[in-house]
């Protein structure tokens, strides 16, 4: 159980089209689902919180309206890149909690923009 | 501010022996968890080890085990009986409870490289 899946796994888009990433809980209700990007060789970094049917909450220094992110259901919850550019390039990781105290990570987007 | 320090970027134990890769971190509150997270070459991120910080007792999960030193704020993982499916990166993570929000803060990450 508790697994989340993330889809596309891997996208390529031209530099200033928007990209959506979909992040799904298969089999429980998720109450918080995170978003973190994850350069190369380095950890995670959160970009922002999202609690079902309310705005997500940013983290400091993540753009707002670059990094759109829609929870509109307890299990599912997506992030639109706008207007990508290169140095948007980069692993995108979701994950859910389901009230408890453990996330359950997705397996994660490669995003490419060329 | 709640932060986390992995002070060992890189680890290399052989296959079947033991190896500890440390971590402390910095906070004020009382009431928190704390977390190791195995990220192998797939990149699926994978809980090992979870510690409640109430709990005296160290955590135990098979072949992983923690040294948790709530004073020294000290929160190693020790991987016994390593394994070449072990290779991967290990991530130290702090969590303050919350009714709104539950974020993990991650540390730097370390390399383990179990060798043949």
């Known amino acids: 159980g508790a697994v989340v899946s993330q889809h596309p796994s891997w996208v390529i888009c031209k530099s200033g089209t928007s990209v959506k990433i979909e992040c799904r809980s298969l089999?429980?209700?998720?109450?918080?689902m995170f978003w973190y990007r994850q350069f190369p060789k380095q950890s995670l970094m959160l970009m922002a919180t999202s609690n079902e049917g309310s705005k997500a909450t940013y983290e400091q220094g993540v753009e707002k309206d670059k990094f759109l992110i829609n929870h509109a259901s307890l299990t599912l919850s997506t992030l639109t890149v706008t207007s990508a550019h290169p140095e948007d390039s980069s692993f995108y990781i979701c994950s859910a909690i389901a009230g408890g105290s453990e996330q359950f990570f997705g397996p994660g987007t490669r995003l490419t923009v060329l | 501010a709640q932060t986390v320090t992995q002070s060992q970027p890189e680890m290399s134990v052989q296959e079947a022996e033991t190896v500890t890769l440390s971590c402390t971190y910095d906070?004020?509150?009382?009431?928190?968890?704390l977390f190791w997270y195995k990220q192998p070459p797939s990149r699926q991120m994978i809980l090992v080890i979870r510690?409640?910080?109430?709990?005296?007792q160290n955590a135990t999960e098979n072949r992983f085990s923690v040294n948790f030193q709530k004073a020294a704020k000290s929160f190693s993982l020790k991987i016994s009986d390593s394994q070449l499916g072990d290779t991967a990166m290990y991530f130290c993570a702090f969590m303050k409870p919350s009714l709104l929000t539950n974020k993990l803060i991650f540390g730097t990450g370390t390399l383990l490289a179990v060798q043949p």
């Open positions: 906070t004020s509150e009382n009431n928190y968890y």
């Open positions: 089999d429980f209700q998720a109450t918080t």
């Open positions: 510690q409640e910080a109430y709990k005296q």
